[in-house]
């Protein structure tokens, strides 16, 4: 499985972007897919994910309300709609997908098995 993250750039505080993850090698449609962040000195964090079954999503509280995830299988995409944008939501950006089988949160970064390569978004004005 190969991921390309994509869609990061500058943007002023209160702006939007929307981040893309696209898949090659497998189909996305049936399998999670996490977003996580790293900010500059800090651990890479949760950021938001999308379950398999379902396609229901769950957020790290501090996105919550102003992120959105979603999933476009035709494309074999998922997607990070980013809107209300703060300064601290500076990071790389990275997009995972785990395909092994079990009960997992999907929160952690060692519950997944492939990584893009990641995303600069840079919010300042």
């Known amino acids: 499985v190969q991921l390309q993250a994509s869609g990061g750039g500058l943007v002023q505080p209160g702006g939007s972007l929307r981040l893309s993850c696209a898949a090659s090698g497998r189909t996305f449609s049936n399998v999670p897919v996490g977003w996580f962040r790293q900010a500059p000195g800090k651990e890479r964090e949760f950021v938001a994910h999308?379950?398999?079954?379902?396609?229901?999503?769950y957020y790290a509280d501090s996105v919550k309300g102003r992120f959105s995830i979603s999933r476009d299988s035709a494309e074999n995409t998922v997607y990070l709609q980013m809107n209300s944008l703060k300064p601290e939501d500076t990071a790389v950006y990275y997009c995972a997908t785990a395909v092994r089988r079990g009960v997992y949160s999907y929160t952690r970064p060692d519950e997944y098995d492939y990584w893009g390569q990641g995303t600069l978004v840079t919010v300042s004005s």
């Open positions: 999308i379950r398999s079954s379902g396609g229901s999503a």
